[in-house]
């Protein structure tokens, strides 16, 4: 029989630029830490741990741990490109549900290098070559940066499908500097203009540098309890995980000749419909969201890919301020990754933090009017994408 699940504390290390940061040990365990701190609990009683990150030798989970306790449990290390911290949060919470634990970690962490992401094994088959080799056909760019190709490539497909342009990507820069602006953990906090997000260098197709996340190094984390647990230790059961999904590609995102579909964007469609049906709500119901806006353009496909608004209506969506403060759904309230930056284990663990500390009141001057439903997106290439939905008891 599932058991109900609760997130009863999260912790998160401010995110800093490649080379400023501690080793992605240090980070974790300090992330681990806050978390254990913020739910009441010590860690001798968590009974499974899952550690997301991408750019690590095996078992850098263990290390990050160690430095916070060794009792034997469990620890599995999990990569799942730049979904892995929400993966990671996916394993503690079916844990939890299915019965097997009562009190499971998850933690993300990541220690990057400046510059583009780039694979470091070039002596067998790189696992995104389908999504680059589509990337080649549609939209050809011989040696562009991988992720702003792609990313780039549906961007432009976006803007002539639907007949809009650029400044529709432009304004979602801007929101994010806005609303980021307050948040102490964010790297980008200064106030960018529309005409300034447009002159920036370009990087590929329609994405300017003010239109791409920096990559950064940072941890974040989160305790996932049952409802026994909770009551039998005395722990919050304010915030509880009301659905999650995980998705990986179907047969769209290479045969219908679309880089929107080639970046995720059924994953993000079926993962969002299974949460809202488990959960009986509806897009409508969500106050608050952190979805993955790795680039501009991202962010406003997403929009229509979680069912925020119709397809095709993001420009009037963000025209119309319904993706911010005072609209119909406040989106990336942290500045998302756009001015946090993207430590790749870490962003779906951040967004949990987020998230909670929203559904709890203690966010400060961006703190959401009353937010009762708070919706998670994170979505890594290759393919995963995982949401979450939340709710306040």
Known sequence: MASKTFV???????????????????????????????AGVGYEK??????????????????????????????????????????????????????????????GFEQMQP??????????????????AAAQAMKPAPGAPMAPHMFGAAGAEY?????????????????ARKHAQHNDKAIFRDLVTEEQVLASPVIFGPMTRLMCCPPTCGAAAAIIVSEAFAKKHGLQRDVAILAQSMTTDFTSTFSEGSMIKAIGYDMTGAAAKAVYEK?????????????HDCFTANEVLTYEGLGLTP???????????????????????????????HPLGATGLAQCTELVDQLRGRCGVRQVENPKIALQHNL????????TLYGLQ
Request: aromatic share 8%; hydrophobic share 40%.
């Open 8 to 38: 009863a504390g999260v912790g998160m290390i401010p995110f800093v630029k490649p080379g400023k940061s501690e080793s992605y040990d240090v980070m974790g365990a300090k992330a681990i830490a806050l978390a254990l701190a913020d």
């Open 279 to 291: 959960a009986g709500v509806g897009p409508q119901d969500v106050d608050v969201c952190e979805l």
């Open 380 to 387: 890594g290439l290759g393919g995963a994408c995982v949401v």
């Open 311 to 341: 397809e095709g209506t993001a420009d009037k969506f963000i025209s119309d301020g319904d993706n911010t403060y005072g609209g119909r759904v406040v989106t990336n309230p942290s500045g998302g990754l756009l001015s946090k930056g």
């Open 159 to 175: 803007l002539e499908k639907y007949n809009v342009g650029p400044e529709v990507f432009a304004r979602v820069s801007v929101k």
């Open 115 to 132: 510059g583009a992401l780039t694979s470091h094994f070039n002596d067998r088959p790189e696992p995104l070559g389908p999504f680059i």
């Open 46 to 107: 968590v009974q499974q741990v899952y550690a997301g990150y991408v750019y690590g030798d095996s078992t850098c989970g263990q290390l990050a741990v160690y430095h916070v306790g060794m009792t034997g449990v469990p620890v599995v290390n999990v990569n799942n490109n730049c979904s892995s911290g929400s993966s990671a949060l996916f394993l503690a919470r079916q844990a939890v549900e299915s019965g097997a634990v009562e009190c499971a970690l998850a933690v």
